[in-house]
């Protein structure tokens, strides 16, 4: 029977949600000490600089590799950090960081040992996913276990078409995948840049006072380092 408010839930006692509210704890009480004013500040708003747009990979937690503070970056994360030009969730995400946060850079973010890439990348060599990338066709089945209009298997459809184009199914594995992820941030940023609130935004960069950027980056789990593609695009783009 699902757990009403005031009553105690006995699946928390448990690792590692117990914890993780004892961490909370520790974590909230220690930044009272060092700084006593924090929690109020933040609670007034926010003013990110960046909107982040990475894989929900429980391996690549944007603040803590980047070292950044609470309200520092807006952050918008999926399977294999993908911008889908008809997914309300990722556009409402970008509007608002833009338009309503004002920040100055979108930076997407593709990681090293990405799941969803190499399930795109083992089905690119299969025949049936030939056939349809050949064709078009949406009838493309990333994971062959699932049905094609399972929701990883739709999300995954466009990188899987990606990694049939690039045709590197007879590259060495980790060379493909590595190519694949990087191409993969290639294509999220211009997808980016097709998008009617970026391009207001570079149009408007003079008579706004300031410029909104666009950037790739890949993470490295194997190091904890992130490395920037130098794809970077701004209002000269528009």
Same mark, same amino acid.
């Given at each position: ?6 009553? +105690? ?21 220690? +930044? ?23 894989? %929900?990979?429980? +391996? ?16 918008? +994360? ?43 990348? %083992? ?52 060379? %493909? ?60 783009? %528009?």
């Amino acid at each position: 029977m699902p757990q009403t408010q005031g009553h +105690r839930d006995d699946n928390c006692d448990s690792s590692p949600l117990r914890k993780m509210l004892s961490s909370n704890e520790a974590w909230a009480e220690e +930044r009272r000490k060092s700084n006593p004013t924090c929690f109020e500040r933040m609670a007034a708003g926010q003013s990110p600089h960046t909107l982040w747009i990475g894989c %929900a990979d429980s +391996r690549v937690p944007e603040s803590i590799i980047t070292n950044s503070q609470p309200g520092e970056i807006f952050v918008h +994360r999926n399977i294999a950090n993908q911008v889908h030009l008809h997914d309300d969730n990722t556009l409402s995400v970008i509007e608002y960081a833009v338009n309503h946060l004002g920040v100055r850079h979108i930076v997407v973010v593709g990681h090293s040992n990405c799941g969803g890439a190499a399930a795109s990348l %083992a089905a690119a060599t299969s025949p049936e996913v030939s056939c349809c990338a050949q064709n078009g066709s949406n009838c493309l089945q990333t994971i062959p276990t699932l049905p094609p209009d399972n929701p990883i298997n739709k999300w995954l459809q466009q990188l899987t078409k990606l990694a049939f184009s690039l045709g590197i199914s007879t590259a060495p594995k980790d060379e %493909a995948l590595s190519l694949l992820i990087e191409e993969n941030v290639k294509g999220q940023v211009e997808n980016l840049s097709k998008l009617e609130v970026i391009r207001d935004a570079w149009q408007n960069a003079e008579a706004q006072g300031k410029e909104l950027w666009i950037h790739g980056w890949v993470y490295e789990i194997e190091t904890g380092l992130l490395s920037d593609l130098n794809i970077s695009r701004g209002p000269s783009a %528009a």
